[in-house]
């Protein structure tokens, strides 16, 4: 696909020698220096559908200045957990050219991050709030940024981070740049929010338009839970024979401590990744996760865009999402790169309206979903829990990463 050769050996030293259809779409697109939007389902490659042909460009494009320590690009994502994941893939993919990359995020040492970028770097990934700080003190050059790209654009371009977002704009304005923005969704507001700072962008879809937003090879499992006997719930789940890695979502920070400890102390090995723990503990849970040792990790929606691990085998909504967009995102850590996954979603009784609006915008058709208990037969049959399951599996543990409290 007229991709460099370096590039291609160094993912082939991976494994990945086939593109997904995002990536096949996208690369001679963007390879040419098009400005784009690339949509498609969580899990089906979209890193590498910007990765790959930004790294070629910065490395050999005709149009991109010479590499001088000053960067050539930028990938603004919405989460510390995201950039460090996206970061990590592109230093595979660039492992046999020099192109040197550097992680901007808070929650790291700030000094270490400066000395990064005196040392000179070709392609900073990092959040907003890092990047304008270390802009604003003349630390990070945005002069000669010839790629940009926004991951996870529909939150990049939410209310939220906007704001931040226009400013980084401001400072790429006297810069002529190729623009990309990735996303699973694209509401039609942030397209044509888009459009306005693009320069005729093709908007590409790997899925057909009446695609469901969710995998086909996830299998989704809803029913009500009573808020008292949801822990018995999951704990039993937690216990089905071929339960592999397992993402458990709450809705607040408190619940996921809570849950997290709750679990250890009924005997699972677990972590907790949420907004009241200092980011290495929140990296520490993170790689425990992703190299096996901690199978189980409670979050909060701040890790639902910042996991890309292949072989989640189930996900579980101990709380109901916000929305229906952060339902999408959730159960796509699982059923990715086609695997298949299972993705369950406990509706308290006073979460039952917040389900119903879910159903509806998503067309699951399951807007009274059964009312089970730990010990109802049809959800130790439908789940496959071992008849003699019970709510402990072994001695109190302490969760991973847990003596890492914000200060």
């Excluded at 050999?60 to 690009?73: F, I, N």
């Excluded at 996830?218 to 339960?243: G, N, W, Y």
């Excluded at 009784?349 to 159903?359: A, M, P, S, T, V």
Aim: net charge negative; aromatic share 4%.
């Amino acid at each position: 696909m007229g991709v460099a050769a370096e590039i291609c050996d160094a993912l082939a030293a991976r494994g990945i020698t086939h593109t997904f259809a995002i990536q096949e779409l996208t690369l001679p697109i963007a390879l040419n220096g098009t400005d784009l939007i690339g949509q498609a389902r969580t899990g089906m490659g979209k890193t590498y559908g910007f990765g790959v042909p930004l790294l070629d460009r910065v490395f050999d494009a005709a149009d991109v200045p010479e590499l001088d320590g000053s960067p050539r690009a930028l990938v603004v994502v919405p989460t510390r957990e995201l950039a460090v994941q996206v970061a990590n893939d592109l230093s595979i993919a660039a492992a046999q050219i020099p192109v040197r990359i550097a992680t901007i995020l808070g929650g790291r040492d700030f000094e270490a991050q400066q000395e990064a970028l005196r040392a000179g770097v070709d392609v900073v990934v990092g959040t907003p709030g890092r990047i304008l700080d270390l802009y604003q003190r003349k630390n990070l050059r945005l002069d000669k940024v010839s790629v940009l790209v926004l991951d996870e654009a529909d939150e990049m371009l939410d209310l939220g981070f906007l704001p931040d977002v226009e400013k980084i704009l401001a400072a790429l304005k006297d810069s002529p740049h190729q623009t990309m923005l990735f996303s699973a969704t694209m509401p039609g507001a942030i397209v044509r929010l888009a459009r306005t700072f693009m320069n005729r962008p093709v908007h590409i879809r790997a899925d057909a338009e009446s695609s469901a937003p969710t995998h086909a090879s996830t299998q989704q499992i809803i029913f009500q839970a009573h808020r008292m006997d949801k822990l018995p719930v999951l704990s039993r789940i937690l216990q089905v024979p071929e339960r592999g890695r397992t993402l458990v979502f709450t809705r607040t920070k408190r619940t996921a401590a809570q849950v997290a400890q709750d679990l250890a102390d009924l005997g699972f090995t677990v972590g907790a990744v949420h907004g009241d723990l200092n980011q290495q503990a929140r990296e520490q849970a993170l790689a425990g996760f992703r190299d096996g040792t901690v199978p189980i990790l409670v979050a909060t929606d701040v890790a639902s865009r910042g996991i890309d691990v292949e072989d989640v085998t189930h996900v579980i909504n101990y709380q109901v999402p916000d929305d229906a967009m952060t339902y999408v995102h959730r159960i796509g850590r699982t059923g990715r790169a086609g695997h298949s996954g299972t993705a369950i979603t406990l509706v308290g009784y006073d979460e039952l309206l917040k389900w119903q609006g879910i159903n509806s915008e998503l067309g699951l058709e399951q807007p009274e979903p059964p009312q089970w208990f730990s010990t109802s037969p049809e959800f130790i049959d439908k789940l496959g829990v071992p008849a003699d399951a019970e709510d402990s599996v072994g001695p109190k543990r302490k969760v991973a990463g847990s003596g890492g409290r914000r200060r």
